[in-house]
């Protein structure tokens, strides 16, 4: 009897490395973590839904294959893909054929998706086991959970923290051990952040890498879908199974996938050697006002370990980062007032209607299925698409965004590798400690958001502790480099492999677990 407990520990690579030579089972693997998602999950709130039913199948079905292939011989073996049997967890914005897809809001509640997303037929292709579905910012607009019309979720690391958003549930679930992936958006930072305030690593793929076809719609030049995973090699085979292009959506590319995804160094010198004569950037602009002390402590540690092991380092400037936050609130909103105004109470889910007047239907169906955060984005983009505005707004946004992309663009060009910053400008923060100021939830992407106005790709690895929490350090690379991106975050992972910080694991991993905890909604409540 495999040690159940014992499973949830371990990265998806040495789970799948004792699922092939016999010594545990997909079932086992799917039943550990499920067992540990029920039991940990009431003061978490990580799940809008754990699905035992639908996991188990799909377990049972990864076992028959690999039986099949294991009595056809080794290549037949060596064909299946590494994340074969292991076990997912999806945002809620993703389509699982007939089962919910809330995108966090209200107005999508009751609704059943009809088909798959792309992405949700490509992890089924390769064998993949998927839990359940995470929670969310409402339409993934913010950097918290706490817009989440279903309650915020807590971060592992100190449950009256924040875990980051949108992404949170898919982060918290990982950091938590209840499952060792999962998959998030990315719109403006809503993988790297709150992958940066749980202490794990997640992708934001260049624009175009993942298709987007079947994932409910925020800001649609701006979203990109991306893997969580406690590690860099599981997060670049999760990358690897949902990457490529899909007919069903024209803004995926035809690049092919960097096969670099799922041959990553297992040894830590190895990893690290890659670093020698690598030249990177540190963009001055990214150490912002207000930065926490401790954050920018454990970034300049960070390039002073990738300086000790052989790579270059030099201060660059990316002088419109500054109009980031600003441009990114023009267009993102503009999208989104566009992408909500299907939400009509005919179409999906929530609808209030007495069926005497459309109008007054339509009104009081967005009025009570939308939350504050959602309702001001929809005016903000409304306004900047009227007549009168749109050019001084809208348009104005457009060309900021054209210059953003070319301060990446010299930077490249001038052959640096990628650039190395901070994600985010502060750890993990007290729940309700920007929630009345949407402005300072904001600003917790300024330094991410410039790389979705350029569609580029960025990866958030943790990279030591600031007062106890996670940092993040940022990685940018040019697009289509997320190869080149996955090796350096492999190679500082091998750097500092005995760094004492990598010893630590979240501080409320063992409350969790505690009977009579209350949910995060009960504690803030209560407050
Ligand atoms: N926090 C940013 C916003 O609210 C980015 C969210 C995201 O990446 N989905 O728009």
Redesign the pocket.
Known sequence: MADLQGLTQLFAHEMAARLRSGETTAREIAEAHLARAHATDHGLHAWLTIDDERALAEADAADATLAGARAEGPDALAALHPLHGMPVALKDLVSVKGGQCTAGSRILEGYRAPYDAHITERLRAVGVVILGKTNM?EF????SCEHSAFGPTANPWDLERVPG???GGSAASVAAFQTPLSIG???????R?PAALCGIVGMKPTYGRVSRYGIVA??SS??QIGPFARDVRDAAALLHAVSGRDERDSTSAPEPVAEDLVNLPASDDEAASWLRGKRFGVPREYFVEGMEPGVAAAIRTAVADLERAGATVEEVSLPHTDYGLAS??IV?PAEASANLARYDGVRFGHAVTDGADYLADYLVTRGSGFGP?VKR?VMLGTYALSAGYYDAFYLKALKVRTLIKRDFDVLFDAGFDALVGPTSPDVAFRFGAKLADPVK??L??AC??PV?MAGLPGISIPCGLSEGLPVGLQLIGPAWSEGVLMRAARAYEGVTASADWRRVRPHDLAKLAGAGLPTPAERIASR
């Open positions: 910012d993934a607009m913010g950097s958003g949108s992404s958006t990315d719109t403006g930072g809503s993988i952040q925020f800001a701006l979203d990114y609130y993102a955060e984005r939830m904001y917790s992407d991410t958001l979705n």
